[in-house]
T-cell receptor, first 114, second 111 residues
Framework: KAGVTQTPRYLIKTRGQQVTLSCSPI?????VSWYQQTPGQGLQFLFE???????NKGNFPGRFSGRQFSNSRSEMNVSTLELGDSALYLC?????????????FGSGTQLSVL | SQQGEEDPQALSIQEGENATMNCSYK?????LQWYRQNSGRGLVHLIL?????REKHSGRLRVTLDTSKKSSSLLITASRAADTASYFC???????????FGDGTTLTVKP
């Protein structure tokens, strides 16, 4: 089985721009979660999608949004980028809703905001 | 703030030695998981221990859970240079529907 695939691997944007990150979960997994990882804040939960519906949301501003498609692939969008949005964005898939169990992570998208 | 706090923040040992890292958390949990992350990559699931379990083994890994103290420890025996990575605990919280990660312990194993 192929693992979780995230694209692109690296991204450089400037302040004020918007960005869309993509995540393809493991085949058969219907839950996709997104995390932001920074040296100062560690791993912060963004949101979780299951069967195209957002089930859980972390404490991030409305500039961070996401969606899930019928094939379970997910996208995350950040609008009006700020310098502080520079981070490694990790996507994880799970066979179960609620991400309380084993998560399978992609390699992440390293976003740099200049 | 993060649910889990890990201790120590950094650990440096020689190959062949054992490495122990600890995790403390604040709320009721369904389970606790440990993950490994190599630099700049995604996390890899190592082991899960449920709230009604006290100890679990997987290869060279041993995890303990003390729900009365809200703490867990991960022991890596006979460490290898390839074990060099950051290790994170993650709590599966009751009724929260998500896993919350600690700040991680950076382990360096010197050959």
């Amino acid at each position: 089985k192929a693992g979780v695939t995230q694209t692109p691997r690296y991204l450089i944007k400037t302040r004020g721009q918007q960005v869309t990150l993509s995540c393809s979960p493991i085949s058969g997994h219907r839950s996709v979660s997104w995390y932001q990882q920074t040296p100062g804040q560690g791993l912060q939960f963004l949101f979780e999608y299951f069967s195209e519906t957002q089930r859980n949301k972390g404490n991030f501003p409305g500039r961070f949004s996401g969606r899930q498609f019928s094939n379970s692939r997910s996208e995350m969008n950040v609008s009006t980028l700020e310098l502080g949005d520079s981070a490694l964005y990790l996507c994880a898939s799970s066979a179960l809703q609620g991400t309380n169990e084993k998560l399978f992570f992609g390699s992440g998208t390293q976003l740099s905001v200049l | 703030s993060q649910q889990g706090e890990e201790d120590p923040q950094a650990l440096s040992i020689q190959e062949g030695e054992n490495a122990t890292m600890n995790c403390s958390y604040k709320t009721s949990i369904n389970n606790l998981q440990w993950y490994r992350q190599n630099s700049g990559r995604g996390l890899v699931h190592l082991i899960l221990i449920r709230s009604n379990e006290r100890e679990k083994h997987s290869g060279r890994l041993r995890v303990t859970l003390d729900t009365s103290k809200k703490s867990s420890s991960l022991l890596i025996t006979a460490s290898r240079a390839a074990d060099t990575a950051s290790y994170f605990c993650a709590t599966g919280e009751a009724n929260a529907g998500k896993s919350t990660f600690g700040d991680g312990t950076t382990l360096t194993v010197k050959p």
